[in-house]
């Protein structure tokens, strides 16, 4: 029934240590999103593959990083996080980039010690 | 990026409507008004979404202005499941979404 996974649900991670954040779909979408959530924020969006085309947006820092290897999974990679990094992160997706529906997963809360 | 802008937060009694407002001054004329709810510790969840006519679904209606210039969420009968953070988004042609601030709904039992 899930159609946006995100796995773990709760992740901790040390500072300055890589950490992987990953998102499947069953919805057979085109488009997949990472938005960055802090705490008591409204999502801000990191970046979106429009099926293997990488788009960021200019104020993501480049300690983020995603990799898409087919059209199910997608990656979020932070290459050392800070304690500024700790948020919830979310994955979603859409059929199209064309004013669709985006369909969000639970967020993984990410905690950097 | 087109801006949205909503009260912080708002009440509501239980089983009663709710209207909930957003600006969007600087909409194009190819923009999307969408709106989406939060709950806590969840991803956002789609609402509805219209471009210039008012919109209805089993969640919820938009009531879109004339000028496009701003909208108007509404509940008709709010529960206390309703109770949650209401994002109203403007998307264009690219369909990435930048949130504004939200309205956080509560409702009184």
């Known amino acids: 029934d899930a159609m946006v996974i995100q796995n773990p649900r709760y992740q901790v991670t040390q500072f300055g240590k890589p950490v992987t954040l990953s998102c499947s779909q069953t919805?057979?979408?085109?488009?997949m999103y990472w938005y960055q959530q802090k705490s008591s924020q409204a999502p801000k969006l990191l970046f979106h593959?429009?099926?293997?085309?990488?788009?960021n947006e200019a104020d993501t820092p480049d300690n983020f990083q995603s990799r898409r290897p087919n059209t199910s999974f997608c990656f979020l990679d932070i290459r050392s996080p800070g304690l500024g990094d700790a948020a919830m992160y979310l994955c979603?997706?859409?059929?199209?980039?064309?004013?669709?529906?985006?369909?969000f997963g639970p967020g993984t809360r990410l905690l950097v010690l | 990026d087109a801006k949205t802008t909503q009260p912080n937060s708002m009440e509501s009694n239980e089983e009663e409507p709710v209207h909930l407002p957003c600006n969007h001054s600087?909409?194009?004329?190819?923009?999307?008004i969408h709106w989406y709810r939060q709950l806590p510790s969840q991803g956002p969840e789609y609402v509805i979404h219209?471009?210039?006519s008012n919109v209805n679904n089993r969640m919820a209606s938009l009531a879109i202005a004339e000028d496009r210039k701003s909208s108007t969420l509404i509940l008709h009968r709010a529960t206390l499941r309703d109770a949650a953070v209401y994002y109203c988004?403007?998307?264009?042609?690219?369909?990435?979404?930048?949130f504004g601030t939200g309205t956080s709904l509560t409702v009184i039992p």
């Open positions: 919805l057979n979408h085109n488009v």
């Open positions: 988004i403007l998307s264009s042609t690219g369909n990435q979404f930048y």
């Open positions: 979603a997706t859409s059929r199209d980039g064309q004013q669709e529906t985006q369909y």
């Open positions: 600087t909409i194009s004329g190819t923009d999307y």
């Open positions: 219209g471009l210039t």
């Open positions: 593959y429009y099926d293997k085309d990488f788009n």
